[in-house]
């Protein structure tokens, strides 16, 4: 069962199982999922699609080996949209899908969030750090949301003996991503095929660091495979200011864009880099896709896109 499987992440975690030889259900409510990334996969016996929000009672007859919960909008746009939504699905939707990982005895693994660091005070980030979080600020229905589901994930643990994972995602890019969902990697590679103005927030010294989807899809898979059940992080720890990402952008596109300063949102993260020495010890994994290669994979299916050139 992978939640969320018809979105971005979701649904490259879908192709991989499908292609290792498990049978998938896809559970998704379609809000910012879409079926256009699990179409390929109509008419495939092993494969099912149930159009549900997983904050209502999940019914699935027959047994259930996994439980990846991938639900959740993931886009600071998006949740600053659907702010209740958002909180609803980290800890509504997660107690549905841990009780039905406990009922079929599945093992279960979150889609946690480098945002439960918030705007971390500790840099790069491990996982022992606790995390510097504005509750009430704009991302703040996101961060607690996952927070919570991290708790209710550990919870269900040590209360139940379920077999649990929790992975923390880091920024991730790759084909799939929804054009207008406002994350910086649509954002600016939309902008750079159409000329138009690459808008970087604040002065754009602000890090992140990007990892492509099959990197990252890989190291879940691996995870949920492993033995750990403690939070792991998953990223491409090669940092870059926003500002050296949109002049890779206009490189790696040929755009005639110019760069445009906008102001920078409420609490975003000023520094963001994932320690990956657990996920590299446990699971022996570390990226392998540089952003060039990544880029050079991402940037033609965004040309593929209706509006842009
Ligand atoms: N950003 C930007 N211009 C945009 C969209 C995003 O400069 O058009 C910046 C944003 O302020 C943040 C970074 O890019 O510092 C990554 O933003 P994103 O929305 O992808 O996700 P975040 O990492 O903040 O969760």
């Not at 499987?5 to 879409?34: E, I």
């Not at 000329?195 to 990197?215: L, M, N």
Request: aromatic content about 10%; glycine content about 8%.
């Amino acid at each position: 069962m992978v939640t969320g499987g018809a979105g971005f992440l979701g649904s490259h975690l879908v192709d991989l199982l499908l292609t290792r030889g498990h049978r998938v259900v896809v559970l998704d409510n379609l809000v910012t999922g879409s079926v256009d990334n699990i179409a390929h996969h109509a008419g495939d016996p092993r494969f099912r699609f149930i159009q549900q929000d997983v904050t209502e009672y999940v019914f699935l007859e027959g047994p259930v080996d996994y439980v990846w919960h991938f639900a959740s909008p993931a886009s600071p746009v998006d949740y600053l949209e659907l702010p209740i939504q958002t909180l609803k699905v980290g800890s509504l939707g997660t107690h549905k899908a841990l009780g039905l990982a406990k009922h079929k005895r599945a093992r279960f693994l979150l889609a946690s969030t480098s945002e439960v660091y918030g705007d971390p005070l500790v840099h790069p980030q491990t996982e022992e750090y606790w995390g510097n979080v504005n509750p009430i600020g704009p991302r703040g229905c996101y961060d607690e949301a996952k927070r919570f589901a991290e708790a209710i994930t550990m919870a269900y643990h040590h209360e139940h003996g379920l077999q649990t994972r929790i992975v923390r995602i880091f920024n991730t890019y790759g084909p799939r991503m929804r054009t207008n969902d406002g994350r910086v990697v649509p954002a600016f590679i939309g902008q750079a095929l159409r000329h138009r103005p690459i808008t970087v927030f604040g002065k754009g010294s602000q890090t992140r660091s990007f990892c492509y989807c099959a990197d990252l899809i890989e190291g879940i898979f691996r995870l949920m495979m492993s033995r750990f059940s403690q939070p792991v992080n998953l990223g491409n720890p090669q940092e870059m200011t926003v500002l050296e990402f949109a002049r890779a952008i206009l490189a790696a596109t040929r755009s005639r864009s110019r760069i445009v300063f906008r102001p920078l949102p409420q609490d975003d993260p000023r520094q963001r880099r994932p320690d990956i020495t657990r996920a590299r010890e446990l699971l022996a994994w570390t990226p392998q896709v540089s952003l060039r290669e990544g880029l050079a994979k991402t940037i033609p299916w965004f040309r593929t896109q209706s509006g842009a050139r």
